[in-house]
């Protein structure tokens, strides 16, 4: 399976703390998203990081990707409230049939305690 | 500019009931995505619609499912005849296709109970 693994599932942490999240999977990607789902809402991208590219930064977001290991992070620098939610990785890749296919992680559920 | 939008937002209805959720995606979008989440399996693609064309459809878990997408501004999943397993949110997802490395945009799902 294509799936990625996100570690750890869920995260408590202190409001103005980092959150770090770690995503896992298992063939070669062409990029890799993290997405954060707010409860009773639908997914909403936050990063898109290419194969080719090691980390990216988005406001108090970074990503980073090691292709050699397979293995993605996702760190929320001085975490907020507001960023409490459902945090999921996905891995974009070329299926047989030759499009890109894209498979979601279990998530990691990040409660930030004001 | 206006979401993927889908409708309804929630449904509970008796097994046996024939079911149909409803997406618009956002307008220039090529692609279209429906998935299932659930606590257990978390987030599974259905189905995979490439300008209105089904791409992938190995994730539509039986016979009792089918997705259409009549045009480029609609699309509709169907469950017929409904079981109390198919309760799950069941969210819809647009996606530009003019380059691969494009994110997908969710609707707000639809919440559906099977009693």
């Known amino acids: 399976s294509q799936q990625g693994e996100e570690d750890p599932q869920a995260l408590s942490i202190q409001e103005g703390e980092n959150a770090t999240m770690n995503c896992s999977y298992k063939?070669?990607?062409?990029?890799l998203q993290w997405y954060r789902q707010n409860s009773g809402r639908g997914l909403v991208h936050l990063i898109l990081i290419r194969s080719n590219e090691r980390e990216k930064h988005s406001g108090r977001l970074r990503v980073t990707l090691d292709t050699s290991k397979k293995s993605s992070s996702l760190l929320i620098t001085a975490s907020r409230a507001a960023d409490t939610a459902s945090y999921f990785c996905?891995?974009?890749?070329?299926?047989?049939?030759?499009?890109?296919?894209?498979?979601f992680g279990t998530g990691t559920k990040l409660q930030v305690i004001p | 500019d206006a979401g993927v939008i889908q409708s309804p937002r929630h449904e509970v209805t008796e097994m046996g009931q024939e079911v149909t959720l409803r997406c618009k995606p956002i307008s220039g979008h090529n692609s279209l995505f429906w998935y299932r989440q659930t606590m257990m399996r978390g987030l599974e693609l259905l189905i995979y619609?490439?300008?209105?064309?089904?791409?992938?459809d190995s994730g539509m878990p039986e016979d009792r499912f089918s997705a259409k997408m009549p045009n480029a501004s609609f699309s509709t999943l169907k469950i017929q005849p409904s079981e109390p397993r198919d309760s799950a949110v069941y969210f819809c997802?647009?996606?530009?296709?003019?380059?691969?490395?494009?994110?997908?945009?969710f609707g707000d799902g639809t919440r559906l109970s099977i009693l």
């Open positions: 997802a647009s996606s530009l296709v003019a380059g691969w490395n494009q994110p997908q945009h």
């Open positions: 996905a891995t974009a890749f070329s299926s047989s049939g030759g499009y890109q296919k894209v498979t």
């Open positions: 619609f490439n300008n209105n064309v089904p791409i992938d």
């Open positions: 063939t070669s990607i062409n990029n």
